[in-house]
């Protein structure tokens, strides 16, 4: 299946032809059509949550796929033509997302759509994309979208999956601060699966998995099942929610002395969850990251990230799911410039085959679930020795790409 | 008086007839024409199907609150069960796609008359908070049976492709076709409504509103008709709650939220509680005012709050209701 | 179940009353607004919200904790006053469904305005130094801020019994709460006593938030969650009953935390589900006048 540019009306040729006609037109108010026609840019749908709790990521988000769409531009674009961003707001809602996605397709007429921060919208963004043969490059977790159910060959998934993150984590952690493990998750698919992710990993190293405790979504105090955790006396908890639930967890669980005999783990740490909360709510808890503006120690292309990006924005870190942002839009644009269209089909198969390193170490789109292979990196919050504000985590550990650290192929139910 | 001067007479009372009578009187047609149009003005097509989805279940909502004057903050819950009813049948039964509105509004209707009988026998603030609270339970209840509703990542997969009508295929992923299908449906809830004011039965719904105590005297069962509306109310949320399930292809958990709850009372409110046309009114005012200043500005909640806010100071009968209402008291 | 033990359950118990301690400053608030203004008021969380940012604005101006205690419910309850004066006065005798719809709208602006004040993440807010730490109260170590936030609440309540109780204002409180009319016949100046009831409820809704901001940091949308408990908890003690509020704040605290310790993840729930099943057999709750409000 083909998607039609902006203007299907009007070919290259037909507007040569049309050139006579130009001074007509020019006073016109076709004018204005028939100049975009010209250039018909590569237009990227790119709805994220700009209003509500994750705002400042979600704008995050939007500044890094800019960054993309900027030197994608600089750099002469597609034989010429350029490409745009169009930015939705999704209010970190599946029904708004869809709807977002609807409009974007039908009336804006993009060509690829990128974004998401919250797994729900995403799948919900993919239902519709799939159905209507619109490329869509998640930048969101999730392990369902990989599945047979939801994948569709225009699915990608450039974020990591609580499986691999999860494993990543658990991996390092297991080994070195003791078998008896409790979960404290939020009850919902994200938390299901990094807990799922985590006890799989856990199987190779013999750890003894306690109680998983499971609290509702945006729980406001966690006091009540904080006394429960203690008297299991783990060696670890592991802590698998996300954004504000996290902070309050790790914050409630810094009061109530957890951290005293307890090592605690989370899969992901949030860059701005960590600055919301300070340093004494995450001191010395280790968790897993998709980038952190330190790798650039350490990763080439980290650091021309962050190069470009402070260069653009007042000397800022891009955060971890804004260099998702990055990454996400980058791929689709060079893919189709690898396959010098912007053709579904040929961008597809310019996608997987694609070899890339832009923000992280290198990466591939694995062939029967588009899911990227990439390195993971394990954090750990600092208290002290921060060279400046932003300098809130330390790179402990980086577990290299490999697809033996992702579900199979079968298990997600893609027959080969 | 002779007859010619009657018949002068009657002439004369005819052109005094004003736009509202008449627009009362032709109110299913008035509508109808409005609606085949009404796509070529809005800025995309996904927003205007779902002003008439928002818009039909803010008239169930106004069936319940603004006729009967019964204030609900369950809403949600028949919304939602409509949309899960009507997905599930699809995903898991693969059930045709009229089938499947059919089994929505049953939802809307099994879940109103669970709600229904047993905040029927609480009143005022009480009725509210009880409808608020049986809906948190419906919520979780879809929420936990992740197996299927697929829980907070929502219920996926109910992607139509085209449907039959009368014999005849039409390519549903048309974002117009979509769009008259649902307006199709739209307009034959507002003549079942109109036939419902009408009825007796319309009749007795605001004599209880009006005077509780004299329409129980005068032999009516008013908790019985109280429920008998709430289901009524189901039966149309629950239709639009399937209408979403299809547009979106996608239900999620977040069509159960008390967030939704409110919306139906706010677009309600907005557009005239107790007027036929009132809710989609309130629903197109609501739905595009959040779509431009959302376009504008991250921070359009205080725009929408704030518009709430005037109306509720300055024109408590709506918008609908203050347009309508002018000149005639 | 492993590890359950009596000590666990007690520690529970008490954990259950500390959090039922913020219900019920807020339930409070809500129920002596209801009880005499006849107003459900939707931007009660916001206002909740207002006073942990108001807190965390003046700690960052240097102004310490102790002090906030007193100047937050003062400067929060002043814009309470403003509202009710400018917002609220003119719904009057148009139904209970206005105010409701009314300050459902405000609660919209209010956090839109913090959000643009403060900004859309949020912060942390450290305890207090002296409130650090855990003390061992025989079953258990407990985090010492939150037997402060018990203390204070016990403080809170036993001074508004006071006002309610001693003196003359209290009394025409007690009278209003308990018929409008009479007062009015007495001669009372009715709307006085409205403004400064709205503006008491509204400062001890900031209170209750900023004691709250240490357990959980602030963010604008706090209001929310807790604004849907604090209904339930005035539901079910009985609208604008305030003793009914003080019992049904702590019930509701024990019930989330007993519920926490068998099924966690039904917590939420459990707050619901208490809530349709005290209102159908007691339509009125615990304390509430039969009739009211229908």
């Known amino acids: 299946m083909s998607r039609k540019p902006k203007q299907p009306g009007i070919s290259r040729r037909g507007l040569i032809g049309a050139a006579g006609a130009g001074a007509v037109l020019a006073v016109s108010p076709f004018r204005i059509n028939l100049a975009r026609a010209q250039e018909a840019p590569i237009r990227i749908g790119f709805p994220v949550p700009l209003t509500g709790p994750y705002g400042t990521e979600a704008q995050d988000q939007v500044n890094c796929a800019q960054l993309a769409i900027a030197e994608f531009n600089a750099g002469g674009g597609l034989n010429g033509r350029k490409a745009e961003l169009v930015v939705r707001d999704d209010k970190l809602n599946p029904g708004e997302g869809a709807t977002r996605a609807l409009e974007l397709i039908e009336n804006e007429k993009v060509n690829f759509i990128v974004g998401s921060l919250s797994a729900s919208v995403q799948l919900a963004v993919n239902n519709v994309t799939k159905e209507r043969g619109i490329i869509y490059n998640s930048i969101s977790q999730s392990d369902a979208i990989n599945e047979a159910a939801d994948f569709s060959k225009f699915t990608f998934h450039e974020a990591m999956t609580p499986h691999l993150t999860a494993g990543a984590v658990g991996r390092y952690v297991f080994p070195k601060f003791g078998k008896k493990v409790a979960f404290l998750t939020a009850d919902y698919a994200y938390g299901h699966e990094m807990v799922r992710g985590f006890k799989k990993a856990g199987e190779a190293f013999g750890i003894e998995p306690l109680e998983d405790i499971r609290h509702p979504l945006a729980t406001t105090d966690f006091s009540t099942l904080l006394p429960r955790i203690q008297a299991m006396k783990p060696d670890v908890l592991i802590i698998s929610n996300f954004g504000r639930d996290q902070q309050i967890a790790l914050k409630q669980a810094t009061d109530f002395g957890l951290k005293k005999s307890i090592q605690i783990v989370a899969p992901i740490l949030l860059y701005t969850g960590r600055q919301a909360a300070g340093a004494q709510a995450f001191q010395g808890v280790i968790g897993g990251t998709s980038y952190y503006w330190g790798v650039g120690d350490q990763v080439a292309s980290a650091k021309a990230l962050n190069e470009a990006f402070g260069k653009l924005y007042a000397n800022k870190y891009p955060s971890d799911y804004g260099a998702m942002g990055y990454a996400g839009v980058r791929t689709l644009l060079e893919a189709s410039k690898a396959a010098g269209s912007v053709e579904t089909d040929k961008v597809i198969a310019a996608m997987e085959a694609l070899k890339y390193d832009y923000y992280k170490g290198p990466q591939y789109y694995r062939k029967c679930d588009h899911q990227s292979v990439q390195s993971v990196f394990i954090i750990q919050s600092k208290a002290q020795g921060q060279r400046n504000p932003s300098d809130v985590f330390e790179v402990i550990s980086t577990e290299a790409p490999n697809e033996a650290n992702l579900r199979t192929c079968d298990e997600l139910g893609h027959k080969a | 008086m002779n007859q010619a001067s009657q018949a002068t007479l009657a002439r004369a009372r005819d052109a005094n007839l004003d736009w509202r009578e008449l627009a009362t009187r032709y109110r299913v047609l008035l509508v109808s024409a409005f609606l085949l149009a009404f796509p070529l003005v809005m800025p995309f097509t996904a927003l205007a199907i779902n002003i008439l989805i928002y818009g039909l279940y803010a008239l169930g909502f106004n069936l319940l609150f603004g006729y009967l004057g019964l204030l609900s903050f369950g809403h949600a819950a028949l919304l939602g069960a409509g949309a899960y009813f009507c997905g599930i049948a699809i995903v898991h039964f693969g059930m045709p796609w009229f089938a499947a509105i059919a089994i929505g509004v049953l939802g809307g209707v099994i879940t109103a008359a669970a709600i229904g009988a047993l905040a029927t026998r609480t009143r005022g603030i009480y009725f509210a908070m009880v409808t608020l609270a049986l809906s948190q339970c419906v919520y979780y209840l ?141 629903a197109a005012v609501f739905l595009m005012l959040e779509n431009l200043v959302s376009l504008w500005t991250v921070h359009w909640q205080l725009i929408v709050g704030a518009v709430f806010m005037i109306c509720v100071l300055f024109f408590p009968r709506g918008i609908w209701g203050t347009l309508t209402m002018r000149g005639k008291s | 179940m492993a590890g359950l033990t009596l000590d666990l359950i007690a520690l529970q118990l008490f954990t259950g009353v500390a959090l039922g301690a913020v219900y019920v400053l807020l339930a409070i608030g809500l129920s002596l607004i209801f009880g005499m203004l006849t107003v459900v008021n939707f931007a009660h969380g916001a206002f909740y919200m207002l006073g942990a940012y108001a807190g965390l604005f003046l700690m960052t101006q240097g102004v310490n904790f102790w002090v906030c205690l007193l100047l937050v419910p003062l400067l929060v309850g002043g814009i ?9 006065r003119p719904l009057y005798g148009r139904g209970i469904d206005y105010p409701l719809l009314l300050t459902f709208g405000l609660s919209y602006v209010i956090v839109e305005l913090v959000r643009i004040g403060f900004g859309k993440t949020g912060y942390p807010v450290d305890t207090p130094e002296l409130l650090q730490g855990a003390v ?158 229908s």
Not at chain 3, 80 to 88: C, D, H, K, M, S
Request: proline share 4%; glycine share 14%; aromatic share 10%.
């Open chain 2, 142 to 282: 879809f929420y936990q049976a992740v197996d299927w509703t697929g829980g907070e990542n929502g219920l996926r997969g109910i992607n139509v492709r085209e449907i039959g009508i009368f014999g005849i295929s039409f390519d549903f992923i048309n974002p117009m076709t979509r769009y008259y299908v649902v307006a199709g449906f739209v307009i034959l809830a507002l003549i079942v409504l109109s036939r419902i004011l009408a009825s007796p039965f319309g009749a007795v719904i605001e004599a209880v509103r009006e005077n509780e105590e004299r329409a129980r005297a005068s032999g009516y069962n008013v908790t019985l008709v109280r429920l008998i509306t709430f289901i009524l109310s189901g039966a149309f949320c629950g239709l639009a709650g399937a209408l979403y399930a299809l547009q979106l292809s996608t239900v999620p958990i977040e069509i159960m939220h008390y967030e939704t709850s409110g919306l139906a009372v706010m677009m309600c409110l907005l557009g005239g509680m107790g007027t036929f046309f009132g809710p989609f009114v309130g």
């Open chain 3, 80 to 88: 309470g006053l403003a509202v009710e004066r400018v917002l609220i």
């Open chain 3, 136 to 293: 061992d109260i025989g079953v258990g170590y407990f985090p010492l801020y939150r037997l402060f936030v018990i203390g204070a609440t016990a403080v809170i309540l036993f001074g508004l019994w006071l006002f309610l109780e001693r003196t003359s204002f209290g009394l025409i409180i007690r009278a209003g709460a308990r018929d409008p009319e009479i007062i009015r016949v007495l001669g009372v100046n009715v709307r006085r006593v409205w403004l400064v009831v709205f503006g008491l409820g509204t400062g001890i809704a900031a209170l209750a938030g900023l004691l709250a901001a240490p357990l959980q940091g602030v963010i604008p949308e706090m209001g929310g969650p807790v604004l849907a408990e604090a209904f339930v908890v005035t539901v079910v003690g009985g609208m604008g009953s305030l003793l009914g509020a003080v019992l049904a704040g702590l019930l509701v605290g024990i019930v989330v935390s007993i519920t926490s310790l068998f099924a966690p993840e039904m917590a939420k729930v459990s707050i619901f589900a208490l809530m349709a099943v005290v209102l159908l057999v007691r339509p009125q709750g615990f304390f509430g006048r039969a009739g009211l409000m």
